[in-house]
């Protein structure tokens, strides 16, 4: 996908159709002519440059950003099949309930953030001159069971670094899917020139601080009793991964 801020429109009411589009996710085709108040022949004629250069994808009547990456890797586990792909738009609902079952024991406080973030605001990605946020999920017969997220806040002075989430629920941990997923968050952020990458956990779960250790993350800091998880005072622990 490319950012908005990278684009170059040659028309102004392109660029508004994209943002409208980036803002609110998947829409309505009428819809969105309507809000931006453009004339059928207008929206159709930019929709259709939109589409003819890779920024917007037009499925029945539904408009959409245009994936940067439509591959997918499917590999097979002890017979269990998992695809990897990046996320798209209808799989907001599954990805929410898969994050909040994976972080039902509340020990992945980012997690959950995510989470929060994503349904609230009812769009997966952000692309943006403010932000840059991508999913990654990993699905099992078309159910999402996992996922990274990437979230890079555009800041000038850390616009090197980007944070990280990752989980998988846990009927599913076990077959190489954190991992997997954990490799492809990795590539896109060095895709897209992202020098460092950071989450910060609870130190209580073990699990997750074990697993990021052990595909070469270190632990930066610890801030003292920075959560309060069932009444009880608990630290974090701040990991990074350096790509450059």
């Known amino acids: 996908m490319q950012f908005s801020d ?8 392109r660029k508004d159709i994209y943002e409208y589009i980036e803002r609110y996710g998947t829409v309505d085709y009428e819809d969105a002519r309507q809000s931006l108040d453009m004339s059928p022949e207008a929206f159709g004629h930019h929709v259709a440059v939109l589409r ?5 994808s037009r499925e029945d009547d539904e408009l959409r950003v245009a994936f940067e990456d439509e591959s997918e890797e499917t590999y097979v586990d002890e017979g269990l099949e998992v695809t990897i792909r990046q996320a798209r738009e209808d799989d907001l609902t599954g990805l929410v309930g898969a ?4 972080i039902s024991d509340k020990t992945y406080i980012e997690g ?25 999920v990993a699905t099992i017969h078309g159910d999402v069971v996992g996922w990274v997220h990437i979230n890079a806040p555009e800041i000038e002075k850390l616009e090197h670094t980007a944070e990280l989430t990752v989980g998988v629920i846990d009927e599913y941990r076990g ?23 950071y989450n910060s956990i609870p130190s209580t779960n073990e699990d997750a601080i074990e697993f990021l250790g052990s ?10 009793d920075h959560y309060k998880i069932g009444g009880e005072y608990v630290n974090e622990v701040m990991m990074a991964k350096t790509l450059a």
């Open 6 to 13: 990278e684009l170059e429109f040659s028309h102004r009411d």
């Open 52 to 56: 003819r250069d890779g920024i917007l």
């Open 99 to 102: 994050i909040r079952e994976a």
């Open 112 to 136: 959950e953030t995510v989470a929060d973030v994503v349904e609230s605001e009812n769009v997966l990605l952000r692309h943006n001159d403010l932000q840059k946020r991508v999913f990654f």
């Open 175 to 197: 077959h190489g899917i954190g991992s997997k997923l954990l490799d492809h968050g990795v590539d896109w952020a060095l895709d897209n020139d992202f020098e460092k990458l």
């Open 215 to 224: 595909r070469g993350w270190e632990t930066e800091a610890t801030r003292k």
